[in-house]
Structure formats: C-alpha cells, structure tokens
T-cell receptor, first 114, second 113 residues
Framework: DAMVIQNPRYQVTQFGKPVTLSCSQTLNHNVMYWYQQKSSQAPKLLFH???????NEADTPDNFQSRRPNTSFCFLDIRSPGLGDAAMYLC?????????????FGPGTRLTVT | GNSVTQMEGPVTLSEEAFLTINCTYT??????LFWYVQYPGEGLQLLLKATKADDKGSNKGFEATYRKETTSFHLEKGSVQVSDSAVYFC????????????FGAGTRLAVHP
C-alpha cells in the first residue's frame, strides 16, 4: 500500500543535542509538509517542499531546518532542541499545492527532550 | 487572517447517540474544508472534505455540509460507536494558497458502551 512512513515513532534527545526526524513516502507526491503538534493542540505547519522548492512559514524558528534529498524522503532537523520543542511531529504529502488537495499524514514521531 | 473555531470538548456520548461537533471558519474567498480524525498515538486521517459551498462530504456514517452563509462545517453522525472515540479536527485550506491546512483546536470524543 502507498503510504507515508515516519521514523522513528518515538525519539528522545537531550536539551541542545541535534536531532533528525525522517519521513518517506511511496505516493510519489510532489509536496511534503512538516507539522508540529504540541500536547492537546492543533497541528501547526512548519514548512513544506514542492519538489525541491522550500517554503518556510514566517513564524517557524530558525532552530528548525529541513532537507529533501529526493522525491521520496524529507528530513526535519532540530539544531538545538529546547524543552519547548517536545511535541508530535507529523509529516504529510499531497499531489500538488492546489487548495483542497488531500494531504496524507504519517503516524508521527513523538519527540521528548530531556 | 484565516482561522477555524471548533466546539470545545471533551464530548462524551453513549453508544448509538447522535453526534454533532460544531465548526465555524473565517477565511477570504472560498476555502476547502476538511474533517480529520486522530486516534490515540496515531497521525491524522482524512475523514471527509468539501471544496465548494453546499457540498456535503460523507464517510463512514459521518457527514458535514459546507455552509457559506453561516461559514460553518458541522460534523454529524446519526449513531456513534465506541470505535469512533478519537480527536476530531476541523480544518481549512485557503483558496489561492499553497494547500496549507489551518486546524481548529480539536474536539475529543469519548463514546461509552
């Protein structure tokens, strides 16, 4: 089945220690998104890629970076995690950027910062 | 700016009860509207969507109608099951944007036998 895969499902990192979260997709979609969802809150878009074109949301902290080496993979890098970065990180894909196009979500990676 | 407001939860119902979760939105133009469901420990799954006024989205017994005049997209189900227990998010994707989803705060539904 075509799907969005996130690894690992659970990640523990130390305060200030860089961490990378991974997302892969078998849908061959052009767009990949990263959302942050803090406990009991709505998901919030951090950034997205359309092919290799990167678009950062205006309020995404500089501490968060992303890489998309090919169509299938996208990474979220947190350079110096703080306690406030503990959250569920959701990767999503869509065929294109047309409003109303369905986004397919992965299961998420729950990040704990100690 | 664009925003989504959902009724606060938790909503607690007995099995086979009728469900309504209210959702209203603020947006310029004609956004697309969605309901996503999140089961414990999992990512989001699209439940249903509507892309223009008066459209009705439906799936698994859930329905929602895009009401432009009241800027609403209320979720309904005639008879809930224990397996419907989850968090439900209303969301919009603004017209002319880049398909960015703006979510409401979510409504937790608990269904008891």
């Amino acid at each position: 089945d075509a799907m969005v895969i996130q690894n690992p499902r659970y990640q523990v990192t130390q305060f200030g220690k860089p961490v990378t979260l991974s997302c892969s997709q078998t849908l061959n979609h052009n767009v990949m998104y990263w959302y942050q969802q803090k406990s009991s809150q709505a998901p919030k878009l951090l950034f997205h890629y359309y092919d290799k074109d990167f678009n950062n949301e205006a309020d995404t902290p500089d501490n968060f970076q992303s890489r998309r080496p090919n169509t299938s993979f996208c990474f979220l890098d947190i350079r110096s995690p703080g306690l406030g970065d503990a959250a569920m990180y959701l990767c999503a894909t869509s065929r294109d950027l047309t409003g109303g196009t369905e986004q397919y979500f992965g299961p998420g990676t729950r990040l704990t910062v100690t | 700016g664009n925003s989504v407001t959902q009724m606060e939860g938790p909503v607690t119902l007995s099995e086979e009860a009728f469900l309504t979760i209210n959702c209203t939105y603020t947006a310029t133009g004609y956004p697309s509207l969605f309901w996503y469901v999140q089961y414990p420990g999992e990512g989001l799954q699209l439940l249903l969507k509507a892309t223009k006024a008066d459209d009705k989205g439906s799936n698994k017994g859930f329905e929602a109608t895009y009401r432009k005049e009241t800027t609403s997209f209320h979720l309904e189900k005639g008879s809930v099951q224990v397996s419907d227990s989850a968090v439900y998010f209303c969301a919009l994707s603004a017209a002319g944007g880049y398909n960015k989803l703006i979510f409401g705060a979510g409504t937790r539904l608990a269904v008891h036998p």
